[in-house]
């Protein structure tokens, strides 16, 4: 909770600040994937076009301001995955 509450003292940094960004890779499941793509679509149908990257994002912000209880039963809403890349078939 302590490398939380951190975060969360630091107010973001203006949008226009350069930002040092990382890159990153993951696993996500066929049907959660789909489900941005499906996102994708309903931002461009709203006449707001955004990234996979931007809906990810926006989401790390919505969970970030929900309160203990209401994230801990989102985390809860999500199945583990096995870590590391998936076999190729």
């Known amino acids: 909770p302590a ?4 975060l969360l003292a630091h107010p973001a940094q203006p949008a ?3 930002q040092k960004l990382v890159r990153d890779s993951f ?3 066929k ?4 489900v941005l793509t499906g996102l ?3 931002a461009a149908l709203l006449t ?3 990234k996979k990257s931007e ?17 801990v039963a989102a985390l809860g809403a999500v199945p583990s995955l096995k870590t590391g890349r998936p076999k190729q078939s």
């Open 3 to 6: 490398p939380a509450k951190a």
């Open 16 to 18: 226009k600040a350069k």
């Open 27 to 29: 696993t996500i499941p």
């Open 31 to 34: 049907d959660e994937y789909a």
């Open 40 to 42: 994708k679509q309903r």
């Open 48 to 50: 707001h076009p955004a």
């Open 55 to 71: 809906l990810l994002r926006a989401g790390i912000a919505a969970l970030n301001a929900m309160p203990d209880k209401a994230f």
